[in-house]
């Protein structure tokens, strides 16, 4: 008997990118947001051992490289669990999109592996393991709203935003989260520290780091954290502009000025993303914004009509685009599972 569940995506309302940590990560400042398109996910239990992953897509890797694999292989090892787990994925998601497929579809198959067990682990278990396989799964184990910090592995449950109406657009473009890092690591060093092999771009250590480099990283870090208190406190002084009471948390958030540090990166070598964003701010979003490292873009709308024409409008561009909507925590955790 297979569990099924539905992997939800995430997008990020703003994402400050601090300095690099002496374990590799850098810091980050980020307020991630799930939302309704999703992947399904198939998880049961035979007789044998091991773990055995199988999807149609040739991008989605079915060996110990995917992210749900070493997920697995944890769950299996603190539940004490017997038997071979078999894994089916039905990807629906960008790859490389920026919208944390792998690392929800890791979490999915988490919950899944429960149920088909009939075991469960405790909360602080799970947060474990998720923490422990990628900076992105704990956010799946919370839903709706969630600040993430550290490395963005660090998540607290934010007061929900209302479900809003989105535009997610999806171009075709794989972006390396890595290499983004790499690139923002080289334009934060200055032209001095690059790498002069052939390398356009890519950073090496800095040989005699100096304060300002260090601080301006830092700050940015900081400044993140007091915009959103600021937020969460209702002092950040924005006004909702005659919105309806149900949008202005939302407007509020992103009207203090929350940016996705990745733009600064990602723009200037696919300008067709930035014209995206801009097709969206002109249809009438409140809120355009680059997801992650990209190649995802979404718009947050106020009204399904304009929404719906500003993703007519990028589809008749050639760009894959859908009307959806951020959801909330309980609708998340409502609509996980397969009744």
Known sequence: MMVTVRSFAKINLGLSI???????????????????????????????SGIEIRCPDPRVPTDETNTCYRTIELAMAALRGKGRVLLEIEKRLPVQGGLG????????????????????????????IAAEVGSDLPLFLVGGTVLGVGRGEQVYPLPDLPSTYCVLAAPEIGISTP????????????????????????????????????????????????????????????????????????????????????EKVVFPKYPELREVKRVLEREGALYASLS?????????????????????????????AQTTATLTREQYWKKIFYC
């Open 101 to 128: 497929g792998a690392s929800s579809n890791a979490v999915a198959a988490l919950l899944a592996l429960e149920r088909a067990l009939k075991k469960p682990l405790s909360a602080v278990k799970k947060l474990r």
């Open 292 to 320: 992650g490292s990209g190649s995802a873009v979404y718009g947050l709308f106020g009204a399904r009509v304009e929404a719906d024409q500003a993703a007519a409008r990028l589809r008749k561009q050639g760009i894959p």
């Open 18 to 48: 601090g300095a690099l940590r002496a374990d590799g990560f850098h810091e980050l400042g980020t307020v991630y947001q799930t939302i309704a398109p999703h992947d399904v996910l198939r998880v049961g239990i035979a007789k044998g």
């Open 179 to 262: 290499k983004a890092f790499a690139d923002w690591d080289a334009i934060m060093a200055g032209p001095a520290e690059r790498r002069s092999t052939g390398q356009p771009g890519a950073a090496v250590p800095m040989r005699n780091p100096g304060k300002l480099t260090v601080s301006t990283q830092s700050d940015n870090i900081v400044q993140f954290g007091r915009t959103v208190s600021s937020w969460l406190s209702g002092s950040s002084g924005v006004p909702a502009r005659g919105r309806g009471r149900a949008e202005t948390p939302l407007l509020d958030l992103v009207r203090t000025g929350i940016e996705n540090d990745f």
